[in-house]
């Protein structure tokens, strides 16, 4: 499988402040990232779709402008959570997939809190 | 859309019982992939299964499940439970992008 870092691990930003999380793919060719969010009761949210040389589709209930996402190369990806609310607290996941592989890798996770 | 139905929320067994988690799907791909992920506390899912051969059982770690396209579903079994078995675990279909389930937390008591 694959190896997948994410950055920080754990974040505390005050309400209406924003935050930036990363996502690397080591020994592997991230073609796709996804990015999700797990709530306090465990789901998981689609936040966005993002696969190199094609734009970032985005869930319903998710924005551009509220999570933007860059995927400059096979390996990297971040994803910032601008003006965070109590609403955004939770677990972030990337989640990495690409060549020949179908299944998707997660990262640890970064964890935000909203004070 | 896909979607991915896992019916119980809430699994509870005494070790050594079997389990069976259910996992039935919904999708336009003729030839999806099916998988499970297992997380466990405080830590990020992982993958424990994945399929896409129609009736074609896989294992791993003592976990076995098969894929039946017939009727959509990609159940997760193990003969005898472990007290560290106790997780979540998330049942996920492979379409355009990945559709995951509710979860199940399965808790093993002694």
Sequence with gaps: ?115 | GDSVTQTEGLVTLTEGLPVMLNCTYQTIYSNPFLFWYVQHLNESPRLLLKSFTDNKRTEHQGFHATLHKSSSSFHLQKSSAQLSDSALYYCALRGYKVVFGSGTRLLVSP
């Design chain 1, 1 to 115: 499988g694959a190896l997948v870092y994410q950055y920080p691990r754990r974040t505390i930003c005050k309400s209406g402040t924003s935050m930036r999380m990363e996502c690397q793919a080591v020994g592997f060719q991230a073609t796709s990232v996804a990015w999700y969010r797990q709530s306090p009761q465990k789901t998981f949210e689609l936040i966005a779709l993002s696969t190199v040389n094609s734009a970032i589709k985005y869930e319903q209930n998710f924005t551009q402008e509220k999570f933007p996402i860059s995927h400059p190369n096979l390996s990297f990806s971040s994803m910032t959570v601008l003006n965070a609310y109590l609403e955004d607290r939770g677990l972030y996941l990337c989640g990495v997939s690409g060549g020949a592989s179908y299944e998707q890798y997660f990262g640890p996770g970064t964890r935000l809190t909203v004070l």
